[in-house]
């Protein structure tokens, strides 16, 4: 009963939703020198999960493309798209 596909699948599925985000923060983290507005992360965190939610059921609907495990990519990458649009570049001012 607990090998079943079915299950395994739709916990990759959830961890998809769950984890995108923490990719996309560790991504943006790790690629860009740029500070962002902390105000906005949570929300940044919220919105790319709902959003690539969306894209799927849509991508489904529309073009009969199901993502599957891509799910965690696209919100990953929608996480930092995000996250980008709230930074801004770090001024390199000296403090005497």
Do not use: H
């Not at 079943?4 to 984890?19: E, H, P, Q, R």
């Not at 849509?58 to 073009?63: G, L, S, V």
Request: aromatic content about 16%.
């Amino acid at each position: 009963m607990l090998n079943n596909d079915a299950v395994i699948s739709s916990l990759f599925k959830i961890a998809g939703y769950t984890y995108g985000p923490l990719l996309g923060l560790f991504m943006f983290g790790l690629l860009s020198k740029r500070a962002v507005r902390d105000q906005w992360v949570v929300l940044i965190c919220i919105v790319a999960p709902v959003l690539t939610y969306a894209i799927d059921i849509y991508a489904e609907k529309w073009y009969g493309f199901k993502f599957g495990f891509l799910n965690i990519a696209v919100n990953g990458l929608l996480t930092m798209l995000g996250l980008w649009l709230i930074s801004y570049r770090k001024t390199n001012a000296v403090l005497n």
